[in-house]
């Protein structure tokens, strides 16, 4: 009897222990989220290129792309009022090692502004050099447009776009995820 009630209180003081962390820590990570979400959005568009609070300049949308339905966030860049840019937060499914959470941003003649990668799982050393402290691959897409290049593909398939030496799937991943939100956006899908 004794040692059940011993038990009892140690799971109890146990449990609001992790559930008092668990507060704690959350609001942290979400403060973290934002502010790592912020930094790659002013990589993608300067601060001096538009004047709103693009964070809270947002919708989210579900919408059909990259072969799954999914709730993108799209972002607002705008300045004196007048739409500079959007900035799309988008999951790709089919990188090598599974999703790739990207940040495009694109102005109003459907450039390309940037890419950045928010989140992935690929392979170090190989996959990974799609982050910018590993390379600046992800840079080239600065830009482009449905129009140029023409063949929106790595050059092993025929394209334009370098890949990796041994690790070919992810850069395709990278260009086609950019390519099909280009069509969703030239289409108006995504207003």
């Known amino acids: 009897m004794k040692t059940a009630l011993s038990l009892t209180i140690f799971t109890i003081i146990s449990i609001a222990l992790v559930s008092y962390t668990k507060n704690i820590t959350q609001q942290q990570i979400s403060e973290n989220i934002r502010a790592n979400t912020l930094e790659k959005i002013h990589e993608?568009?300067?601060?001096?290129?538009?004047?709103?609070?693009?964070?809270?300049?947002?919708?989210?949308?579900?919408?059909?792309?990259?072969?799954?339905?999914?709730?993108?966030?799209?972002?607002?860049?705008?300045?004196?009022?007048?739409?500079?840019?959007?900035?799309?937060k988008h999951t790709y499914p089919k990188g090598?090692?599974?999703?790739?959470?990207?940040?495009?941003?694109?102005?109003?003649?459907?450039?390309?502004?940037?890419?950045?990668?928010?989140?992935?799982?690929?392979?170090?050393?190989?996959?990974?050099?799609?982050?910018?402290?590993?390379?600046?691959?992800?840079?080239?897409?600065?830009?482009?447009?449905?129009?140029?290049?023409?063949?929106?593909?790595?050059?092993?398939?025929?394209?334009s776009f370098d890949a990796f030496t041994g690790a070919t799937i992810t850069p395709r991943a990278i260009v086609n995820a950019n390519y099909e939100l280009l069509i969703k956006i030239s289409n108006n899908e995504l207003k």
Not at 71 to 77: D, F, K, M
Not at 105 to 125: A, F, M, N, Y
Not at 149 to 155: C, L, N, Q, R
């Open 96 to 159: 090598y090692s599974g999703n790739i959470l990207l940040l495009t941003g694109v102005d109003t003649k459907q450039k390309i502004l940037g890419v950045r990668v928010i989140e992935h799982q690929e392979t170090p050393g190989l996959g990974d050099r799609i982050e910018t402290i590993k390379s600046n691959w992800i840079k080239s897409f600065n830009g482009l447009s449905l129009k140029n290049p023409k063949i929106w593909k790595v050059k092993k398939d025929g394209g």
């Open 44 to 88: 993608i568009i300067s601060p001096t290129q538009h004047d709103n609070d693009i964070l809270q300049s947002k919708k989210e949308k579900s919408v059909f792309l990259h072969d799954i339905t999914q709730t993108i966030t799209i972002y607002r860049a705008t300045k004196n009022n007048q739409l500079v840019g959007l900035i799309i």
